[in-house]
């Protein structure tokens, strides 16, 4: 499916209908932004919700010392 859109002068750009509608694309979604050898591709990322995440993580001991842990890990 080719659509094409025009970037402002803000670099804005507008998601096209079809593309919204196929991928159930709503306002708050995220669009990560690949740079790839062949072009650019672009995905939703989808806002997780707590239903989503609830039980992925499990941790014993004290919360603020694994958050901690979790958040050097990320650094």
Avoid: C, F
């Amino acid at each position: 499916m080719l659509s094409e859109t025009k970037v402002s002068k803000g670099y804005q750009t507008v998601v096209p209908s079809k593309i919204r509608k196929a991928h159930n694309i709503i306002p708050g979604d995220i669009l990560e932004w690949t740079d790839t050898n062949n072009g650019i591709l672009v995905h939703p990322r989808k806002k997780r919700t707590l239903k989503d995440i609830t039980g992925l993580v499990r941790s014993e001991g004290d919360a603020v010392e694994s958050k901690k842990k979790v958040q050097k890990g990320l650094k």
